[in-house]
T-cell receptor, first 114, second 114 residues
Framework: AQTVTQSQPEMSVQEAETVTLSCTYD???????LFWYKQPPSRQMILVIR??????QNATENRFSVNFQKAAKSFSLKISDSQLGDAAMYFC???????????FGQGTRLTINP | EAGVAQSPRYKIIEKRQSVAFWCNPI?????LYWYQQILGQGPKLLIQ????????DSQLPKDRFSAERLKGVDSTLKIQPAKLEDSAVYLC????????????FGPGTRLTVT
């Protein structure tokens, strides 16, 4: 079974600075999807960014980018120019290509200091 | 486009009582998911429906949890009888059903069992 590990329970960063959240996963599959979700206090999970394993190019969405290292099974999220609205729980998630369910990590609580 | 709707937002019950949660997915989405999110953890899939059929219920405690999706639209998740360890946020999500379709999450129901 696939597992996802987020080793940083909490992170903090100064507003306008850059922060990187770590995620590792374990799988025997060669084709899959990886996601970062944001969960603010309202509890609604919001997709931040998605990476397809067969694509070598790292995904980017505005201030959010990933560093996908397939051989190392690592998938980190970089947030540039951090804003107060980025404060939330961030979850890394894995999805097999042949399935639709998401396997989530334990989450990282990100605090933005003004 | 309306998002995933869930009700109630909060529920407090005593152990051994029963409770039901309701979810209305985004119109046209064939796949519906129920996740359980215990405090401090990532969401865990309880059950996945494709239209009105069950695709995956391997992690659903079937002795006390049940779910249905009549007519392939909205869904209810029931717990009977509840235990203290059922205290969690119950998230409903839906997706168009086509890989790699994004999952859209509702605001969740926070259940407290006393």
């Amino acid at each position: 079974a696939q597992t996802v590990t987020q080793s940083q329970p909490e992170m903090s960063v100064q507003e306008a600075e850059t922060v990187t959240l770590s995620c590792t996963y374990d799988t025997s599959e060669s084709d899959y999807y990886l996601f970062w979700y944001k969960q603010p206090p309202s509890r609604q999970m919001i997709l931040v960014i998605r990476q397809e394993a067969y694509k070598q190019q790292n995904a980017t969405e505005n201030r959010f980018s990933v560093n996908f290292q397939k051989a190392a099974k690592s998938f980190s999220l970089k947030i540039s120019d951090s804003q107060l609205g980025d404060a939330a729980m961030y979850f890394c998630a894995y999805r097999s290509k042949g399935a639709q369910k998401l396997v989530f990590g334990q989450g990282t609580r990100l605090t933005i200091n003004p | 486009e309306a998002g995933v709707a869930q009700s109630p937002r909060y529920k407090i019950i005593e152990k051994r009582q029963s409770v039901a949660f309701w979810c209305n997915p985004i119109s046209g989405h064939a796949t519906l998911y129920w996740y359980q999110q215990i405090l401090g953890q990532g969401p865990k899939l309880l059950i996945q429906f494709q239209n009105n059929g069950v695709v995956d219920d391997s992690q659903l405690p079937k002795d006390r949890f049940s779910a249905e999706r009549l007519k392939g639209v909205d869904s209810t998740l029931k717990i009977q009888p509840a235990k203290l360890e059922d205290s969690a946020v119950y998230l409903c999500a839906s997706s168009p059903g086509l890989s790699p379709g994004e999952q859209y999450f509702g605001p969740g129901t926070r259940l407290t069992v006393t």
